[in-house]
């Protein structure tokens, strides 16, 4: 079966750092693109950064220059790296990615992890 599952969520004062992991288990062929988004209380869930598998990498104007995605393909895992927050980034971060796998090539959702901004 396979699955995302996200880790590394917390608290954290305003002006810290998190690392986000998601890990993709299960028989997986090839991993496409992946991605970070986040969605905060009464709010659309948003993209925050995306790599290819090539390692071409793209943030949301709102967090580019402070958090950094990378991918670690021999692990199945994404990263990202969250600096500098700020009480507008709190938030349940959810990763996403495009499997390819015996079911064919979907795109899967893990569960959510919370990160909370607060002093």
């Known amino acids: 079966q396979v699955q995302l599952v996200e880790s590394g969520g917390g608290l954290v004062q305003p002006a810290g750092s998190l690392r986000l992991s998601c890990v993709a288990s299960?028989?997986?062929?090839?991993?496409?693109?992946m991605r970070w988004y986040r969605q905060a209380p009464g709010k659309q869930r948003e993209l925050v950064a995306a790599?290819?598998?090539?390692?071409?990498?793209n943030y949301s104007d709102s967090v580019k220059a402070r958090f950094t995605v990378s991918r670690d393909g021999a692990k199945n895992t994404m990263y990202l790296q969250m600096n500098s927050l700020n009480v507008e980034d709190t938030a349940v971060y959810y990763c996403?990615?495009?499997?390819?796998?015996?079911?064919?090539?979907?795109?899967?959702w893990g569960q959510g992890t919370q990160v909370t901004v607060s002093s």
């Open positions: 790599i290819t598998s090539g390692g071409t990498t």
């Open positions: 996403n990615a495009e499997l390819a796998s015996y079911r064919g090539t979907l795109v899967y």
């Open positions: 299960g028989t997986i062929f090839s991993i496409n693109t």
